[in-house]
């Protein structure tokens, strides 16, 4: 890999000049400006080759654990023995990074992963110098940056560009499969509407701060630390489990968050690190000044963990997102979900009974006779093989496990490139669905309202 420090004027001035014509999916049309990294979701985007994306790749930063994070990861890309890759990162560092990006853009779509006290910034001045965005969440952690986003997308609309939120769950197998089991009303019925007591729809999801990354432990910045840069649990991992529900439970049905949705409750409490921990996970020595009112008896407390419930459209969705400093061994992050159907209840269950791997499970609703729900389960799993050959079931006590082979598990880290060419696909067609935006809206409505929610508890 190549990186050059300054962008030589007349070369960014004539790709600055290419930048306003249209898609049409043909090689290296995509030119990506990679903006201030500070999360390893920026590499990934690299981590494959795609013919669809130019092969120079500049990088606009300020010099710092950021840039240098994200060189060093690209390149590990580009010396592995497997599948090496070969991108050309331009690197320009100088502390007017921004600015020369937008005076003089060197490609067409902004990557951004990073702090997120300034990605609604950033999105919005990007789409103003006419730029498509595809960001990693949140886009919003606040209700103050909530509004701006309101505000960017009505600009992007106005501007015909692009905004798109980097949701990889939607490429993961089983929450595809999940998709499919609750749009079969024969097999699953309705949705249940539940209740705030009972929801209909449930999930949990347990991430930690430590942990590895490619194959080496992850670094994160100080900054992560801080609520106030990096947002709550309840406006982070919530964005993911907000947008599978409502890409599961109401596919592709446009959400207007003023009259179809209520954010019901929501209350936070904090992840206690040590110092020790700290270190370990930054590298750095010292706990910085901008974190110390976090810090007490030398532990800091971030607020990373929080419970929510909403109702969509009358649905009742209970949300448990809980951060721990690094998984026991043989462990990891970890998922599950209930979704309760008048004919069937779906569950991903991810514990000590399924080895800690996520593990899909369907059982009749209460008062469903075992030979209708047998008959729907088994034209469901007919049609489902003719995309899916080799998946199986298995009875598991009240329940049947769907047997779901290796080679349909990608990993979370494959699921980037997946995004990637939904959203350039989308610029070639030169639009999104209908509903992308709106629900997006929608989606980060509810988190920055639960987040003002349990503050004011």
Not at 225 to 233: A, F, H, I, L, W
Not at 270 to 297: C, G, H, M, R, W
Not at 433 to 443: Q, R, S, V
């Amino acid at each position: 890999m190549k990186s050059v420090i300054v962008l030589f004027t007349v070369l960014v001035m004539m790709v600055a000049c290419l930048q306003k014509t249209e898609k049409t999916g043909k090689a290296g049309e995509i030119r990506l400006m990679i903006l201030d990294p500070g999360h390893f979701h920026a590499d990934l985007l690299l981590k494959q080759h795609s013919d669809r994306i130019a092969r120079d790749v500049y990088v606009y930063a300020p010099e710092g654990t950021g840039l240098k994070q994200h060189l060093e990861r690209v390149a590990s890309f580009a010396e592995r023995e497997d599948n090496p890759v070969h991108w050309n990162e331009i690197v320009y560092s100088s502390p007017d990074f921004l600015e020369i990006m937008l005076k003089n853009p060197a490609g067409n779509v902004v990557v951004l992963a990073g702090n997120n006290r300034t990605k609604t910034e950033y999105i919005a001045r990007s789409v103003n110098a006419g730029l498509h965005v595809l960001a990693d969440k949140p886009l919003a952690i606040n209700e103050k940056s909530f509004q701006e986003l309101e505000k960017v997308v009505a600009l992007a609309q106005k501007q015909k560009r692009m905004v798109y939120d980097m949701m990889t769950e939607r490429y993961e197998i089983l929450n595809q499969l999940q998709r499919e089991l609750i749009a079969d009303t024969q097999l699953f019925g309705m949705l249940e509407k539940g209740s705030v007591d009972e929801p209909a729809v449930e999930l949990e999801s347990t991430h930690h701060f430590y942990k590895m990354v490619s194959g080496s432990p992850l670094v994160r910045p100080a900054w992560y630390y801080d609520v106030e840069q990096q947002g709550e649990g309840l406006a982070d991992v919530s964005t993911h489990l907000i947008d599978i529900v409502h890409w599961k439970c109401l596919p592709e049905l446009t959400l207007d968050y003023r009259n179809d949705i209520r954010v019901l409750s929501a209350s936070h409490w904090p992840t206690p690190i040590s110092k020790d921990q700290f270190t370990q996970s930054t590298q750095e020595a010292e706990i910085p000044l901008y974190l110390q009112k976090y810090v007490q008896n030398d532990t800091l407390n971030i607020y990373a963990n929080g419970k929510m419930v909403y109702a969509v459209k009358g649905i009742h969705v209970s949300l448990l997102v809980r951060w721990n400093f690094q998984a026991p061994e043989g462990t990891g992050d970890t998922h599950t979900s209930c979704i309760k159907g008048t004919g069937a209840i779906v569950e991903v269950v991810q514990d000590e009974s399924t080895a800690y791997k996520p593990e899909l499970f369907v059982r009749a609703t209460d008062g469903v006779s075992k030979s209708k729900f047998e008959t729907a389960l088994n034209k469901f799993v007919s049609r489902l093989q003719q995309t899916f050959p080799d998946i199986t079931l298995k009875p598991v006590g009240d329940k049947i496990q769907f047997i779901v082979p290796a080679e349909y598990r990608e990993g979370h880290e494959a699921h980037f490139a997946r995004v990637a060419e939904t959203f350039f696909g989308y610029l070639d067609k030169g639009k999104m669905p209908d509903w992308e935006m709106p629900n997006t809206l929608a989606k980060y409505y509810i988190t920055t309202t639960a987040v003002k929610m349990a503050n004011a508890r």
